[in-house]
Nanobody, 113 residues
Framework: VQLAESGGGAVQPGGSLRLSCAAS????????MRWYRQTPGKAREWIAD????????NYAPSVKGRFTVSRDNDKNILYLQMDSLKPEDTAVYYC???????WGQGTQVTVSM
């Protein structure tokens, strides 16, 4: 199982970023996928789930209405569209396959003036 996040970077408050997670080594379309984030000294925080066919999504209250999770099962890619970014969204973002226990290496998102 391999997961590779990309798309992070530095953005001003109110800006947008789209993260991607390229998946390989397993049948991507058959698994629920999750996004988490982590800041130094804090536990990893769950932020979004997407079901196997994208009909089911769920979000943490801290990002609901601003972030959108989606997936392309033909390309084996998980996405996280992040809009109206705030400084408190600064973190390393990870994709995760909960039933396989697999994690990517993470991508840094920094929101500041």
């Amino acid at each position: 199982v391999q997961l590779a996040e990309s798309g992070g970077g530095a953005v001003q408050p109110g800006g947008s970023l789209r993260l991607s997670c390229a998946a390989s080594g397993f049948s991507f379309s058959g698994y629920v996928m999750r996004w988490y984030r982590q800041t130094p000294g804090k536990a990893r925080e769950w932020i979004a789930d997407v079901g196997m066919d994208s009909t089911y999504t769920n979000y943490a209250p801290s990002v609901k209405g601003r972030f959108t999770v989606s997936r392309d099962n033909d390309k084996n890619i998980l996405y996280l569209q992040m809009d109206s970014l705030k400084p408190e969204d600064t973190a390393v973002y990870y994709c995760h396959v909960p039933t396989l226990g697999s994690w990517g290496q993470g991508t840094q998102v920094t929101v500041s003036m």
